[in-house]
């Protein structure tokens, strides 16, 4: 399913990007009418999303534990264990606020009219394609912030949907709010449940988020590119950031 998706937004993207240079490449710019004539191309994108989002409201088989945790039908219950918010919570605030920072910066770019609306959109596309490149192979979030152990374990997991639309906000209309609106309602519903029952967000507390639970094994994807990296690490060198919970040695050879 994972693999699903990050072919199929990053089809979106090249079509979205070969219609931005199809329509730049003439004068005068006509991004905005070029968009009107896949009216039904892009119904069917905001269907796709909006079912996605509509899902995460629900319990669902077809759905990831890692935003399914919320739910109580997934919580196995560990004896004689307390939840560690401080853990769960360590770098979510530094996560927020390099998000807003760096979208704040495209928002001043678009009303400085450096940027269109057409980029923003395009944006917003590659976030979608980043998401499932951090669920597969490469999470800034969890190295650089979180240090989460994986994904079943992401303390803002269900953020991804608000955070893809980030750039949709400045870009009025039905389509455009109406996904920022629901992925907004996704992340308020999540940390409402959060306050409520931090026990099933910790895999301390929480059985099912354990390693010999998971049905997933996500974690493989990154280490196996991890252990490929490494293999070729006599050819090239550059500095691999450790995975959370794990250390570098000094002077530790890494691959590029």
């Not at 003439?26 to 079912?51: C, D, M, N, Q």
């Not at 077809?62 to 399914?68: H, L, P, R, T, Y």
């Not at 929480?206 to 070729?232: A, I």
Request: hydrophobic residues 45%.
């Amino acid at each position: 399913m994972h693999y699903f998706k990050l072919v199929f937004r990053s089809a979106l993207l090249l079509l979205a990007v070969v219609l931005y240079i199809r329509e730049r490449t003439h004068y005068p710019f006509t991004f905005a009418r070029e968009v009107t004539k896949y009216s039904r191309l892009l119904a069917f994108i905001w269907l796709v999303y909006a079912v996605e989002m509509l899902l995460r409201f629900f319990p669902a088989s077809v759905e990831s534990m890692g935003n399914q945790k919320q739910f109580r039908r997934n919580y196995r219950e560990v004896p004689d264990a307390a939840p560690d918010r401080k853990r769960m919570d360590r770098g979510v605030l530094a996560s927020a606020l390099a998000w807003i920072a760096l979208n704040g910066a495209f928002g001043a770019l678009y009303f400085l009219k450096v940027i269109d609306w057409g980029i923003l959109l395009l944006l917003s596309l590659v976030y979608g394609v980043c998401d499932m490149v951090c669920i597969l192979f490469f999470c800034p979030f969890q190295t650089w912030f979180m240090k989460n152990k994986c994904c079943g374990t992401c303390r803002i997991y269900n953020w991804d949907y608000a955070m893809m639309f980030t750039p949709l906000i400045f870009v009025p209309g039905l389509y455009t709010w109406s996904l920022c609106a629901m992925g907004l309602g996704l992340l308020i519903a999540w940390e409402i449940r959060y306050a409520r029952h931090p026990e099933r967000f910790d895999e301390v507390t929480n059985g099912s988020l354990r390693c010999e639970n998971c049905p997933e094994k996500l974690c493989h994807h990154k280490k196996q590119l991890r252990r490929f990296l490494k293999k070729y690490r006599t050819l090239i060198r550059i500095p691999l950031p450790p995975l959370p919970g794990h250390t570098s040695g000094a002077g530790e050879t890494r691959p590029r």
